[in-house]
């Protein structure tokens, strides 16, 4: 494994300047240190629940709260807010052929039902469900994939709900339809389908088109859903990674990464910023940030990368500068986003159960070992000091963040499992591609 360093040492970030970070978040969805999950990475962007304490252990007689299924399929992590649980789904209106096209992406895909459902946190019971819109696919996705797999995004007033090509919709927290939106179709690579969840900063959604045809990044007013700006990405091919929102230096910076370039967009007026080549084809995880250090990451197998940027005082073409402070080309996520927690980054090998973690300062390695887990989507996330992973059979690990691996508990369930764990005070809350699970202590932890 190579690790490559610029001549500038990266000095740790001081405790006031976390603090400045940390308030930098705080008009990012849900980034005010409530208990709420209303973007797919948690309160604060980066997969960590500052107030959450989980349970530990679970399986299906243990620590489960309710257990209830879902109608349709789909892979997008759920929002969570007050009392709800918002999850998003997709229902095919014939069951034969759906099961042809997502056995041959090639195929005719099916009708299906684009559906929206509110769930309650106590007991898991429907509130309400609404039915985005009713259409066939223009094009089919790779078998392990879905139609709903865009998680959605909630600032405490009204629920954005994104379907890719089938349509972008923008709810209250009571069902009721505000706006929504068709922004074309979708060309995907290989036909493997969409991927990328919107973003939301005050009143402005991001939405990235990264495919086959003309790509662009398009900022809607989050009230009504009209275009703000929209700017092409031209060269861009396929790329399935949500976009992140941050403030930095006085700008806030829409940062996409992507195959050809990564780029820092001003949310104000769509200006780019900078831009930085280097995570190669296949772009995926979304971006982490803290404390002026971006996080970039791609795992193909052919061109796996890690990149660390220095954001202070970036500008243009960032290629070959010294705001690269370290890449990383082995053993890299490839769907799954990197967690960091306590100076240290999470990942697993391209979709693996090769758990990976470097020193976010230097990217030196502390650990790399295979974990009993099978293979891997799902990001993993942290709170109350311990680390959650979740494999795709349902096998799911609780880890302790160090420079060593350690394994506190082992865990199971009857489901299959995508979308990434949502934390919520005591709560944890898991998607399967059947059940939604809440997970609390019920009795002995």
Not at 26 to 51: H, M
Not at 406 to 412: D, F, K, M, T
């Amino acid at each position: 494994m190579r690790v490559h360093r610029s001549r500038l040492a990266l000095p740790r970030a001081a405790a006031a300047a976390l603090a400045l970070a940390l308030a930098a978040h705080t008009k990012a969805a849900g980034a005010d240190g409530r208990a709420e999950w209303p973007w797919w990475r948690g309160p604060l962007g980066n997969g960590v629940s500052p107030s959450g304490d989980p349970p530990v252990r679970w399986s299906e007689k243990q620590n489960v709260r309710f257990k209830v299924a879902i109608e349709g399929d789909g892979l997008a992590t759920p929002a969570v807010w007050g009392d709800r649980i918002f999850v998003l789904s997709a229902v095919s209106l014939d069951a034969a052929e759906a099961a042809r096209a997502a056995a041959k992406p090639s195929g005719t895909p099916a009708k299906h039902r684009f559906l929206v459902t509110a769930f309650d946190r106590r007991d898991g019971s429907v509130v309400w469900q609404r039915v985005a819109v009713e259409r066939t696919p223009h094009e089919g996705h790779h078998e392990e994939s879905g139609w709903a797999t865009a998680s959605p995004v909630t600032d405490g007033e009204r629920l954005y709900a994104h379907f890719g090509s089938a349509g972008t919709f923008a709810y209250t927290l009571t069902g009721e339809l505000v706006w929504k939106t068709d922004l074309g179709d979708m060309t995907a690579r290989l036909g493997y389908g969409e991927g990328s969840s919107p973003a939301l900063w005050d009143d402005t959604l991001i939405v990235t088109w990264d495919h086959e045809g003309e790509s662009f990044v398009v900022a809607l007013d989050a009230r009504s859903g009209k275009e703000r700006w929209r700017k092409p990405r031209p060269g861009e091919l396929t790329s399935w990674s949500t976009p992140l929102i941050r403030e930095h230096e006085g700008r806030v910076h829409v940062i996409v990464a992507a195959s050809g370039r990564t780029r820092g967009y001003d949310l104000r007026d769509g200006q780019e910023l900078w831009s930085l080549s280097g995570l190669g084809m296949n772009a995926i995880p979304t971006p982490t940030y803290d404390a002026g250090i971006l996080y970039l990451a791609s795992g193909k197998r052919d061109s796996p990368r890690m990149q660390a940027v220095d954001l202070r005082g970036a500008r243009g073409d960032l290629d070959g500068s010294r705001a690269v402070r370290w890449t990383l080309d082995k053993d890299t996520p490839y769907v799954s986003t990197p967690l960091l927690y306590r100076g240290q980054l999470y990942f697993f090998k391209h979709v693996m159960s090769i758990l990976t973690s470097v020193d976010a300062e230097t990217g030196a390695v502390r650990f790399s070992e295979r974990l009993e887990l099978g293979n891997v989507f799902a990001s993993p996330v942290a709170a109350a000091g311990r680390i959650y992973v979740l494999g795709r059979d349902g096998k799911a690990l609780v880890l302790a963040p160090g420079p060593s691996l350690q394994v506190l508990a082992e865990n199971r369930l009857d489901d299959r499992f995508d979308a990434s764990p949502v934390v919520v005070g005591s709560d944890l809350y898991l998607r399967g591609r059947r059940f939604l699970y809440a997970l609390a202590r019920t009795g002995a932890d």
